[in-house]
C-alpha cells in the first residue's frame, strides 16, 4: 500500500512541477495555430484548435487577398448564393462587391427580363475570418483565412467587372464610387450605370425642376421647429451648438413641403463639415418614409431621384453625384453614387466677389435629365478658372 502511495505522490509533484514551468507563447504559423512552451517544444493542437483547422477552406496573405479579383453585383433585386449542390444559402444585395476564387470551367444561359444572359459560376468569398496573433512583444497583426462554410457559387452574369475604363479627363472619370444602399466602395466602369454627354440646352423641350419648398410648415421660432402629426405626438426639433475647442459647430433644422412629398414634411438637417441630410417624415403618423443626402429632384414618373451637391465648407467644386431608385416598397434606395472629375457643380462669382450657385436640372423624360455643369478645376481657391457654364445629359440604365 505505501509502495503504490509513494508511487501517486511522485507522479503528481512531477506533474505539479510540469505545469509550474510551461509557459504559453504565440508563435506566428502560416498554416496552423501553433502553442510553444518556453524550451521550444511544441505542445499538440487542442481538440477546439483541430475543429477549427477542419472547417478552414484556406489561408491567405496579404498578396494573395490582393491577387483575388473582386466584382460588383449588378442584379438590382440581389442575387442569390448557393453552395455545390445548387441549394440556397444566402443573398447578396444590389452594390455589394465580392473575392473571386475561380469559375467553373462550363458556360450556362439564363432569360432575364426577355434577354438571353450567359456566364459561369463564380465561386466566391461570403466571409472573411481572422486570427490575431503576436508577431513581437508588443506588436499584434492578423491572419486571413476562409472557412469552408463562407464559401458559395454565383451567376457571373450578374456581376459587374471592378474595372474602371473611363480616360482621364472623360465625362465617365471619377475619383470615387459607391454602390448600393451600403455605399461599397467599387471601381464599376460608370458607363455602366450613365450615358452622359454633352448637349445644347435649346435642342430639347424640358422639365425645369428646381428645389421648390412649400411654405405650409411651422415656423422656427427662437431655434425651435414643433412638428404636429394627425396620429403621432409632436416632434421637436431644436437647433444645437456642440462646443468644441476648435470650433463651435451647429445643427440647424428648417422644415419645408417637398412639391414632389405633399402629404410629407422635409427636414433638412445641417452641420458644419457635415453633409445635408433630408428626411421625409408623413404628416400623419409622423414616420421617417425616406432619408436623402442632398435635396432630392424627383423623375416625373417618380421612380428616380437624382441628388447633386457640392462641398458647402471648403472646396465647392467638389461635387457628389447620387441617384437613388424606388423599390416595391415606395421606399427611394441608393444605387450609386460617385465625385466627377471631369465636371463640377455651377458657380458664378458675384459683383461682391463671392460665388453664387446657378445649378438647375430638368427632365426630358423619365430616365434622362440635363444639368447644368462647369469644368472641374482641381484649385478649390481659384474662381476665376471656372468655366462658362454648358449643359450635360445623363441616361439613365440602370
Not at 128 to 143: L, P, R
Not at 355 to 377: C, E, L, T
Request: aromatic share 14%; net charge neutral; hydrophobic share 35%.
Amino acid at each position: 500500500m505505501k509502495k503504490w502511495c509513494f508511487i501517486f505522490v511522485s507522479i503528481l509533484v512531477f506533474a505539479c512541477k510540469k505545469e509550474t514551468n510551461r509557459k504559453k507563447v504565440l508563435v506566428n504559423n502560416t498554416d496552423s495555430v501553433v502553442v510553444a512552451t518556453e524550451n521550444n517544444a511544441q505542445e499538440q493542437k487542442t481538440d477546439a484548435t483541430i475543429v477549427l483547422q477542419d472547417s478552414i477552406y484556406k489561408w491567405f496573405t496579404p498578396k494573395e487577398m490582393e491577387a483575388l479579383q473582386i466584382r460588383t453585383v449588378n442584379a438590382i433585386n440581389g442575387l442569390n448564393v448557393r453552395d455545390s449542390l445548387g441549394n440556397k444559402i444566402g443573398k447578396l444585395d444590389f452594390g455589394e462587391s465580392v473575392y473571386i476564387l475561380d469559375y467553373t470551367k462550363d458556360s450556362i444561359t439564363l432569360k432575364d427580363k426577355n434577354q438571353i444572359i450567359s456566364g459561369r459560376k463564380a465561386k466566391v468569398v461570403t466571409a472573411w475570418s481572422n486570427e490575431k496573433i503576436q508577431v513581437s512583444a508588443n506588436q499584434y497583426d492578423y491572419k486571413w483565412f476562409v472557412k469552408k462554410e463562407d464559401i458559395g457559387f454565383v451567376f457571373e452574369g450578374f456581376l459587374y467587372e471592378n474595372n474602371s475604363n473611363a480616360e482621364e479627363d472623360s465625362l465617365y472619370d471619377y475619383n470615387y464610387l459607391s454602390t448600393g444602399e451600403k455605399g461599397n466602395e467599387s471601381k464599376v466602369d460608370l458607363r455602366e450605370f450613365l450615358d452622359i454627354k454633352k448637349v445644347n440646352i435649346t435642342d430639347f423641350n424640358v422639365l425645369e425642376k428646381e428645389a421648390n419648398p412649400l411654405n405650409e410648415v411651422p415656423k422656427k421660432i427662437n431655434g425651435r421647429i414643433v412638428l404636429h402629426f394627425e396620429k403621432a405626438k409632436k416632434l421637436v426639433l431644436k437647433d444645437t451648438t456642440y462646443l468644441n475647442s476648435e470650433y463651435t459647430p451647429t445643427r440647424t433644422y428648417n422644415v419645408f413641403v417637398h412639391e414632389d412629398f405633399p402629404t410629407s414634411y422635409m427636414v433638412s438637417e445641417s452641420m458644419f463639415f457635415m453633409p445635408e441630410i433630408h428626411t421625409e417624415i408623413s404628416k400623419k403618423t409622423g414616420d421617417t418614409l425616406n432619408v436623402f443626402q442632398g435635396y432630392p429632384y424627383i423623375s416625373p414618373n417618380k421612380d428616380y431621384a437624382v441628388l447633386i451637391t457640392y462641398d458647402q465648407t471648403e472646396c465647392y467644386h467638389d461635387t457628389y453625384f447620387q441617384l437613388y431608385k424606388k423599390d416595391k416598397k415606395n421606399k427611394y434606395i441608393s444605387m450609386f453614387g460617385y465625385t466627377p472629375q471631369s465636371w463640377s457643380y455651377p458657380f458664378k462669382k458675384n459683383n461682391a466677389g463671392s460665388m453664387d450657385a446657378i445649378f438647375s436640372i430638368h427632365w426630358v423624360q423619365n430616365d434622362v435629365f440635363i444639368i447644368k455643369a462647369v469644368d472641374f478645376v482641381t484649385d478649390c481657391y481659384a474662381p476665376d478658372k471656372l468655366s462658362k457654364p454648358y449643359y450635360l445629359k445623363f441616361e439613365i440604365k440602370i
